[in-house]
């Protein structure tokens, strides 16, 4: 309190006595106890509060809550950058687009605790990592699509970077859960070429289901004779064992009279495209193959000796009559033969082929086709009708008085 003192008692003209010395002596004393007493209150306020912001910093502590205030403004990115000023703020796009990047935090200094949220679901930030100065330990981006995400970020002096504080990431840790280094003894053995490195979906598992759970018809190449299981099959042409290169084959010799026929087809109402079949066939090209039609495919009836295959068809053509240069993918809902305008691949004399066919039999349908474990293409133009009784095949057609022979190594559909 300020120091106040009276001297009414002095008056001009009038001897100055004790009494009047006195009063303001006292005054002066009252002033400077009570400074005393209330710097002694203060200093021990003080000591107190020190002594417990250093409590805090070395850990003993108790924090029973802590708040972090009012928000900071709204950081609106700027080259995938923003200046923070608080320790929580949120975050818009640059331009208010639907996405953006955040790969750099500008305005700290180590040690820094920062809260980041989206403005709005409208407004999704992905937070990089390790692009800017910003380091995920999942190594996963963390995408804020809600504003009930926070991702929680402390700034390292060492590595000056941003580093996430346990941020769930965007994606399953599966990768980062999974162990890959050898162990003692295999904990998972797989059939020999389930695991495929290439082509659609891959790495995977090619995983068949067991017949419990779907139904599933085998062709294959034994040798002299065509071995099939679960469905009747026709044979055509003479067979015999080939063994090449990469397999053993069935070798299937057509007579040399015109149309006459080399392969196999199985009866015509095993399945239908609603039940999502699938098909693969393994075959090799012969060495020459002058004057012929080629059908691999899901079909209603036996191919003809023409380039429409003349029923229902999903599957594949190849014919030196229309001059195909490649297998070409043929869809013919019954009345109406549709050709792919780009080939599957191209045709190549004494050459491996592994083709797959795969419906998805939902809605309107869409075929999948991929050779040798090749990207997919799809296709539905053409598409059979949805309860149309197919089976499948391989088979091979002279145009000309000279034998024709194809090879088989095995031939299976599944579905539902």
Known sequence: MPLTMTTSAIADTQAIDAADVLTPLNQIKTFVDTLETSIATNASAITTEVNARAAIQDGTAVISQINLGVMGTTLVMLSDQVTIT?????????????????????????????????????????????????????????????????????????????????????????????????????????PDRSLVQAGYGAPRLDYVPSITASNRVTVRGSGLTIQADLAAITVTGTVSASNQSDSSYSNLLSSAGL????????????????????????????????????????????????????????????????????????????????????DLTTYAADTAYL???????????VAYFSFNNSPEIAVTAGMVGSASNLGFGCIAYTNAAVSKNILLRSAAAMWA
């Open 86 to 190: 608080k320790s929580r703020h949120q975050i818009d796009t640059q331009g208010a687009a639907a996405t953006d990047n955040l790969s750099t935090i500008n305005g700290f200094i180590a040690g820094d605790m920062l809260f980041l949220q989206t403005l709005s679901v409208a407004r999704v930030v992905t937070i990089q990592h390790n692009v800017g100065n910003i380091f995920i330990f999942t190594g996963i981006d963390i995408v804020l699509d809600s504003p009930s995400k926070i991702a929680v970020l402390i700034y390292d002096g060492v590595t000056a970077k941003w580093c996430s504080a346990g941020n769930a990431p965007s994606t399953p840790l599966f990768k980062e859960q999974l162990v890959t280094t050898q162990v003692g003894a295999p904990l998972l053995s797989v």
């Open 259 to 342: 149309a006459s026929t080399a392969g196999f087809v199985s009866t015509f109402d095993l399945l239908q495209r609603r039940y999502n079949p699938v098909m693969e066939c393994s075959v090799r090209s012969p060495s020459t193959f002058p004057a012929a039609r080629w059908f691999i495919g899901l079909m209603a009836i036996a191919p003809g000796n023409f380039d429409d295959p003349a029923g229902a068809f999903i599957g594949l053509r190849y014919s030196t009559v229309a001059t195909d240069t490649g297998w070409k993918i043929c869809m013919d809902d019954g009345t109406t033969l549709t050709v792919h305008g780009v």
């Open 355 to 365: 083709f797959r066919i795969r419906v998805d039999g939902s809605g309107g349908g």
